[in-house]
């Protein structure tokens, strides 16, 4: 895994991805207490920094092998992602999606032309139900992480942040990411150690799901407890990846942890003063950079917003709680 | 008023506003029956397309007269863009409201450093509060649209649509502009004039304030009758202005008239399908393109998303009503 894998996502990403802006308030600047500046991925195809992974993996893909199609599992942005990719393509693609998803997610995949293929996270094996349709139909896996091509894709969001932050004159800032699985992170790691070496990640993450910031301190891969039961339904995964732990190990600074209403305030705040729609597991990062700024050094602080695909009326309860 | 003014305010903008993107869903297209293009200017600082304008009109005063400062009456978005754009030039801004206007407007304008004068807009006269203001301490008062310098300001948008549209391959569209008094429509228009010919200006206004739709028909300047009472603050003007309505009268095709539903639907989707957050008087073009497409031509159409200053619980209505 390296820069030039990441070069070569970016230059097949070419004309099909969003580059995204990057975005800032005086009004977030104030109650963080030095500037935000955040690059907003809801505004990314499929509503999240997803189909960057997607389209770098199915584009990377010997054309006899992707006639066939992929396959994936995920809990909806991941699942969109690889749907519109394969569909662009031209290529059928299989989703094997938790039955709890949040239902814009499940209808928006099918919708982008995928089959879906619902599981119930409690009693069935979803390892099992995708081994045999795979088999079956001869299709590849594309995995939400843990996946060189899938990491580049995500990488690409890296050297837009790079650019976007020496043209704002941005030399040393960290870099708060919203984590799952580390895909996301590691690919922006990549990119800034080569493209802006003063940029660092800092991997945020929901309390009780906190396995990477937990993991960077021990030195060692450690578990979550728990796999559900949070808004930040996005980014819930049961640990960090095998390709993705060294990359952060060796490039990331300390984790970041919210807890729930703080993604939830930050969803509130990124409606008023950014005009933005974010999910609560893609405003981690903005939650941790607005109500952690002691954990957090320098003028500058740069933050993802990874995804907006959130149902309604967790958008509602978001604003009646904590909108202005 | 000409190009040339429009090309003069993009030199003096650069660097300080935003280059918005053109943004788009397959999930509206299938509304819209034809791509819908979105250019969403609730992304632009003080969120809305305003300060494109009030920049432009306060960097082209003279030192000398721009120090003693600058007044403006606004219900809102005017209001914050010249707010912004007097702080950052350092000079003094007062700007004249109805006690009626949504309260995040009125706090954003006082939070963007100006001081705000409340009036009741059934008893007091604006104008007669203004003209003791102006005089006393020498301000300049910069109009909300019938002004060269503000329209130029709001014609840059024109300048990045032009190019934006030409980078998509699109020839021919109608371009949907949401209007009130018609000062980003004009300008809009008279940059297309030169930069994209084959891309038409159509004013999209809510029914009850149609002014320039049928001031357009009728080939003279119409009145509304009513001047408040519609969701769509933002865009209410008592008549299309002495300036702007000979060139959009040389220039627009035929206005288009949205309901106050659709513009709220329109709100819904920009949430659920663009992950942005747009006033309803913003979402009026929008609305027309998803729900009057038989009074549309071609295969692509564009509009502007004009603002997103929209107190908290007027956008839960949205979503309660339509959304997803």
């Not at 992929?70 to 990719?85: E, R, T, Y």
């Amino acid at each position: 895994m390296n820069i030039e894998m990441i070069r070569a996502a970016n230059d097949r990403l070419e004309g099909h991805v969003r580059r995204t802006p990057l975005l800032n308030s005086p009004f977030l600047d104030e109650i963080a207490g030095r500037r935000v500046w955040v690059k907003p991925e809801c505004l990314q195809h499929t509503g999240s920094f997803k189909f960057r992974g997607g389209w770098s993996a199915v584009s990377a893909m010997d054309a006899d092998v992707r006639k066939h199609g992929v396959l994936a599992f995920s809990s909806g942005n991941h699942a969109q992602g690889v749907a519109l990719a394969a569909s662009r393509h031209g290529v059928p693609a299989v989703i094997i999606m938790p039955s709890d998803a949040p239902q814009m997610k499940i209808d928006n995949t099918r919708a982008l032309g995928a089959e879906v293929v619902l599981y119930d996270r409690a009693t069935e094996d979803r390892d099992a139900i995708s081994a045999g349709i795979l088999a079956e139909r001869r299709l590849t896996l594309i995995k939400p992480f843990d996946d060189a091509m899938v990491i580049a894709g995500q990488g690409t969001c890296g050297l837009e942040i790079a650019e976007q932050a020496r043209e704002e004159g941005i030399g040393h800032a960290d870099v708060l990411v919203c984590c799952g699985g580390g895909g996301f992170a590691s690919g922006i790691a990549l990119a800034l150690e080569s493209d802006a070496p003063g940029l660092r990640v800092r991997p945020a993450e929901p309390e009780g799901f906190d396995d990477m910031a937990r993991s960077l301190a021990s030195g060692a891969i450690e578990r979550n407890d728990r796999q559900s039961g949070s808004l930040c339904d996005a980014i819930l995964t049961p640990q960090p990846g095998a390709m993705t732990f060294p990359i952060l190990s060796r490039l990331a600074g300390p984790g970041l942890v919210v807890t729930e209403d703080e993604a939830m305030h930050a969803v509130a705040l990124a409606f008023s003063r950014l005009k933005l729609v974010a999910e609560p597991g893609g405003a981690v990062a903005l939650a941790a950079a607005l109500f952690h700024s002691g954990e957090i050094e320098g003028e500058d602080v740069i933050v993802t917003i990874s995804g907006g695909n959130v149902d309604a009326d967790v958008f509602r309860q978001a604003l009646e709680r904590f909108g202005g």
